[in-house]
């Protein structure tokens, strides 16, 4: 079973991304520009803990 990273949005804090964890991401935090429903826009998303 794969793990898996959350991914939450800058702006307003919406947790709405599921990302496959990779090995080779330790201790870097992953951030993707993706589209947000709540803000309606595309902003950064940001791995939470």
């Known amino acids: ?3 898996k990273i959350v991914l ?3 702006e ?3 947790r709405n991304y599921t990302v496959p964890a ?3 991401t330790g201790s870097v935090r992953i951030e993707r520009k993706k589209y947000c429903t709540h803000c309606n826009a595309h902003t ?3 791995q939470t803990i």
């Open 44 to 46: 950064v998303h940001k």
């Open 22 to 24: 990779s090995k080779d």
């Open 1 to 3: 079973m794969t793990k």
């Open 12 to 14: 307003c804090g919406n």
């Open 8 to 10: 939450s949005c800058v």
